[in-house]
């Protein structure tokens, strides 16, 4: 039942980078056609991730009142609605609306998914099904640019949105039809409050859950700023193709692939903790390294996108390495209100993100250097917590 289980999941994961990766390749000629700004379209990512995080909070008690199921049909029904909306506006504010809407719809999947996890799996086997689920997400970066370049090319922009609405439909069938309710009948409350307070307290006030859903976070915000800033830095600032870009993109998606498939088994021999402190090292190497390269003269243009392209390879292999056991460990201890556990984690991580990248891109920094300040002044700070004894309570190996 549980490989049963994992399997609808896989199918249900990939919607959320889907909804940002299929169309990247294209954001050049999706600005010319709607007549917007460079920062318009970054919005449009960052728009879907602070609706992803902000709906977390409708979301996750909906989905420990009324099930598991319900919330994910509806997710993936306004998935299908927004996609096929987003395929047919002409104005770059309609963009951004239903955007707004595939984001809280890509919210509800995610809740439930990590709720379902929880629900089914001990704690010490859902740290390794959320790197496998992490490692369906990473094939996603790798195959959906180029896939998404190759239907523009034929179709248009426009294509890659259909795409999501007709696939989001086939999900909705599989899990109508297959998908159990996985809800305790212990756990739904339906005499308490929806929205009630005392529901998210116990976890808001535990520094052990905040610890870990700032570190989901860092790795969010350093993601985000390499996928909003890549499109317009390769393609608009260098001059690569849109296919080239896919290539570029696909090369360090990779190296992401093969890292998340070989966490779960890092995961057992060197524990959760020690994966979180490598995976933050790996992103201040990233950090590191763009610096470094954005201060050597380079006159080859792909010379260019690959020295850009090779700290965010380590970054890549920081967020696989990270996303797991630092998930995992943020929901440890939440069983019976796991729906609203993995909402709040999903609000800081989203949120969070979505607000240092809203803010980095009010400024004049060039992408690699915008990327390399988000890292640092998020990695330091909980690679030091996690270094010095007297923070030992906030990120021990297992909750106190």
């Given at each position: 039942m549980q490989r049963y289980i994992l399997a609808l999941l896989m199918t249900m994961v990939v919607l959320s980078p889907m909804a940002i990766d299929i169309y990247l390749a294209s954001?050049?000629?999706m600005a010319a056609e709607?007549?917007?700004s460079n920062s318009q379209i970054q919005s449009t990512i960052s728009l879907f991730f602070l609706?992803?995080?902000?709906g977390q909070v409708v979301v996750g008690p909906l989905a420990d009142r009324y099930g598991r199921k319900p919330v994910a049909i509806f997710g993936l029904a306004l998935y299908?609605?927004?996609s096929f909306a987003a395929s047919m506006v002409g104005d770059i504010w309609l963009m951004q609306l239903v955007r707004l809407l595939q984001g809280f719809a890509a919210c509800a999947i995610s809740v439930i998914i990590f709720s379902i996890v929880r629900d089914t799996y001990s704690y010490e086997r859902s740290s390794k099904v959320y790197s496998y689920l992490n490692g369906v997400l990473s094939v996603i970066p790798a195959l959906a640019p180029i896939f998404g370049s190759a239907l523009a090319e034929s179709f248009g922009w426009r294509s890659t949105f259909v795409f999501m609405g007709s696939y989001a439909l086939l999900v909705l069938c599989l899990v109508a039809r297959?998908?159990?309710?996985?809800?305790k009948a212990s756990a739904n409350t339906s005499t308490a409050r929806l929205y009630n307070?005392?529901?998210s307290r116990p976890v808001l006030s535990s520094r052990y859950f905040i610890f870990y859903a700032l570190c989901c976070m860092t790795a969010l915000a350093g993601i985000l700023s390499y996928v909003s800033y890549a499109p317009i830095w390769l393609m608009q600032h260098l001059g690569v193709s849109a296919t080239t870009f896919s290539l570029l993109f696909g090369l360090n998606a990779f190296a992401s692939i093969v890292c998340s498939f070989v966490a779960p088994l890092l995961i057992t021999r060197f524990g959760n903790r020690k994966m979180v402190v490598a995976a933050l090292c790996l992103m201040l190497l990233a950090a590191v390294l763009l610096i470094v390269f954005q201060l050597i003269a380079i006159d080859d243009t792909l010379l260019q996108a690959l020295v850009f392209m090779l700290p965010v390879m380590f970054l890549s292999m920081g967020l696989s390495l990270i996303l797991g056991p630092a998930t995992s460990m943020a929901l440890a201890g939440f069983a019976e209100r796991a729906g609203t556990a993995s909402a709040l984690l999903g609000f800081i991580q989203m949120v969070g993100a979505?607000?240092?990248i809203v803010s980095i891109q009010q400024s004049d920094l060039v992408a690699p250097v915008?990327?390399?300040v988000v890292l640092l002044s998020l990695a330091i700070p909980l690679l030091l917590m996690m270094l010095l004894p007297r923070f030992s309570d906030w990120n021990a190996e297992v909750p106190g």
């Open positions: 954001v050049v000629q709607l007549q917007a609706a992803m995080g902000l299908l609605f927004s297959f998908l159990p309710e996985t809800l307070w005392q529901q979505s607000v240092v915008a990327g390399a």
